[in-house]
Every structure is written in C-alpha cells, then in structure tokens.
C-alpha cells in the first residue's frame, strides 16, 4: 500500500494572504452567500423544492422572462453553453455561430463537435456590428440556431446590436442561443423584449455567487424544439429533459449541487432586493471610475466607447512595461489581483458584482499606480484617486471608508 502524508492545511499552504480578486472572475462574495454556501441539506427534501422554486422565480428576473423553462445546473457558464447547444444542436443541424473572440469560438468549436453544419461568422468587437452582412448571409442561407455572446470579455467588448441580430435571426426562423455570462446582472439584458431563445450565465459574476453553479432559460419556443427534437444528446448530465425532473417535478436527475444552489439563491435575492436598474447603475458608474483611473494613469483603453464593455475593463501597457511584472508585483506587494488575457497583450479588470464597492475600486486604484510606479511607469495617483472616487456618492464613500 502507497503511505499516506500530511501536508499543510490549504489556507496556510497556498493562501497565507486575503486577496482582493478584481480580474475577470470569479470575484468577491458579499458574506450573506459565503453563508449560505455553507449550508447542506437533501436535494429531495421538501425545504429545497421551495428553494428551487424561489431560485426559479428570482432568476426570472435576473433573466427579465416570464419564461417557466429556467434550469441551474452544476457546472460553470461553459457547461450551460454545452447544455443550450446539446438540446438543440446535432448531426445536420445548420448553425451559424457569430464570433468576435475567444468564448464565441468556443460555442463554435461546441456545435462542431455536435457534427452540426456550422459557419463562423467573424467581426471585430470593437466595431459597429456588421448588420447588413449578417442581413445578406440570412437571406441566402438558412439557419436552425444562431450563437452569440453579449459580453466577449476576452476582448473586453459589448455587443449593443443584440436586440436587432435577434430581431433579424427571428425573422429567418432561427433560433438565438447569447451567452450572457458577464453581462448578466451587470449590463441591461432584455431576454424576451430582445427575442432571445437561449440565455446562460454563470454564478461567479455579475451575481457574486460562487463559481461551478450556472442558470440557463428556454424561452418557450425553444423548448418546444428541444421537446418535439429526433434525437438523444450525447450529454446525458445536460439533457434538458431530464433535468426537467429535478428542476420542475422535483424528482431525481442527479445529486444537485445543493450548497452552491442555496449561494445562488442568495445572490438572486440579493439581485432582487437591489433591483436590477439599480445594480446595472452601480456597475456603470463603479466602472466609470476604473476606466477613468487608467487613462488619469496614462494607459490606453482596449476598447472604444461605444462597444466597451463595463463588466471586464481591458487596457493595454507601455511596450517595454511587463504585463505579467505588473500583475505580480500587484499579488506580492499589494494582493490584489487582475487578469491577463488569452495570449493577447492585454490586462482586464472585473467589474463585476462585490467588485463595484468603493473599497474595492479604491484599493485597486491605489495598487495599479502604486505597482505602476514601482515598475518605473510615473502616474498621477491622486488624481487617479479622484477620478475614481468621483463616480460613487458622499454615501458610498463615507459607508466604505
């Protein structure tokens, strides 16, 4: 028999340190759902039939649809992405898959290996969305499901013409599937004023819920495709009619992820009790002051106003000042921690749910100019400071200080 070993408790072994997590996610929890992810209880239990049917009502909401086909599932944002594309997706399937960065390849790359006939549909995020080439590429061709994503935080860019792609797929009888994984909670998303079919988000975001739990919703459209579909997915765990027993006749599908279902249903209703135009207020105005802080620091903005993204800042270095430098020496010195990108030069920073929190701006601020000056890179922190603390109210500051 191999020996057993002791090793270090995991706190003390690989975080001696609290950080401040400000990069693209996951991101703080406030303490109400650190609590409630801490609870366990049956997932067949009477209490958690409740608690399903709370959690569905609130993500109603969160979603904006009167929908009552609303799933959570155990898996991150990718795993409601492979369940959206899994029920509606197969052998002969035409789909068009519109991309402007990394997670809109990756629903690409889904429908592909769903042996599905797809094109990728590329544009530059930073630009104005190409209408009239999506236009002339639907009345040539038809499509069952059209992809997309709202917020391609790879690129740190929005999507502003969401409404008007959906608009016109639903014209040409196709079905829309829009990750909204960053977007949810933190930007407007109208899922049934906007026609949108499918829509999926993660719990680690926008929602300030922990990481491995995801929502997705049919509209009823959508499920009545994945109703009336011919064939079996290949996805047994995702197959959205069989989470249909647990999630809508509480019965058994698998062992539900119970304690990251309760932290979810306390960052819904943390959601519902600030109210969505409220909370999309306070993101707009908290990532404001970041953006305005990097430029006061000298830095460029990865993206243009009108597609920049509010949930996931991105910003580009002088060329000879180290990308991966700089997020160490804001680890080591400061913990606090951003993000780099995937293989692109570019440095993003989560404004996303806890981190829109004047302290957390605040610190932030405080670390880039102080790291930025420490790696030779002089700034204006004051200014910065200011700039930043400009965006919240007297309130704000005076309950975070």
């Known amino acids: 028999m191999i020996p057993a070993k002791k090793f270090p408790a995991l706190g003390s072994s690989f975080f001696p340190h609290e950080t401040l997590l400000m990069g693209a996610g996951p991101v703080p929890q ?11 209880a049956s997932h067949l239990g009477e209490r958690m039939d409740g608690v399903v049917e709370q959690l569905k ?22 795993a409601a992405a492979e369940m959206a594309i899994g029920n509606l997706v197969h052998r002969g399937s035409r789909v068009l898959a519109i991309s402007s960065g990394h997670f809109g390849l990756r629903m690409f790359e889904m429908a592909q290996r769903h042996k599905a006939s797809v094109i990728l549909f590329e544009f530059d995020g930073k630009d104005a969305f190409p209408l009239d080439r999506l236009r002339a590429l639907l009345e040539q061709q038809d499509f069952d499901v059209v992809t997309l994503v709202h917020g391609e935080t790879s690129s740190t860019t929005l999507n502003p013409e969401l409404s008007s792609i959906a608009a016109l797929c639903k014209k040409h009888r196709a079905l829309v599937v829009v990750d909204t994984v960053c977007t949810l909670g933190t930007t407007e998303v109208l ?3 906007w026609q949108l079919d499918v829509v999926f988000c993660g719990g680690q975001k926008g929602l300030s819920s922990i990481p491995g739990v995801s929502l997705i919703a049919f509209s009823p459209e959508a499920w009545e495709s994945v109703v009336q579909r011919n064939f079996i997915p290949t996805q047994w765990c995702y197959d959205a009619l069989l989470a249909k027993e647990f999630w809508h006749h509480h019965r058994y599908h698998y062992t539900a992820p119970v304690n990251g279902i309760f932290a979810l249903h306390e960052a819904l209703r943390l959601l519902n009790e600030e109210t969505l135009p409220l909370r999309i207020e306070r993101h707009r105005r908290s990532s404001q002051g970041v953006q305005k802080a990097i430029v006061k620091f000298g830095l460029t903005l990865a993206a243009p106003v009108a597609t920049r993204l509010d949930a996931v800042v991105g910003f580009h270095l002088p060329l000879w000042l180290s990308s991966a430098a700089l997020i160490d020496h804001l680890l080591q010195q400061h913990h606090v921690e951003i993000s780099a990108s995937f293989g692109s030069p570019l440095l993003r920073i989560g404004q996303m749910g806890e981190q829109c929190r004047p302290a957390n701006v605040l610190r932030l601020v405080n670390a880039l100019g102080e790291s930025l000056e420490a790696l030779g890179h002089p700034v204006d922190l004051a200014g910065a400071i200011d700039a930043a603390s400009a965006q919240f109210g007297h309130k704000e500051l005076l309950q975070y200080d």
């Open 30 to 40: 406030p303490p109400s759902v650190r609590q409630a992810n801490t609870h366990i």
């Open 57 to 78: 009502a609130m993500a109603r909401y969160a979603f904006q649809t009167i929908t009552p086909w609303v799933f959570g599932l155990s898996g991150p944002g990718s």
């Open 191 to 193: 899922m049934d004023n």
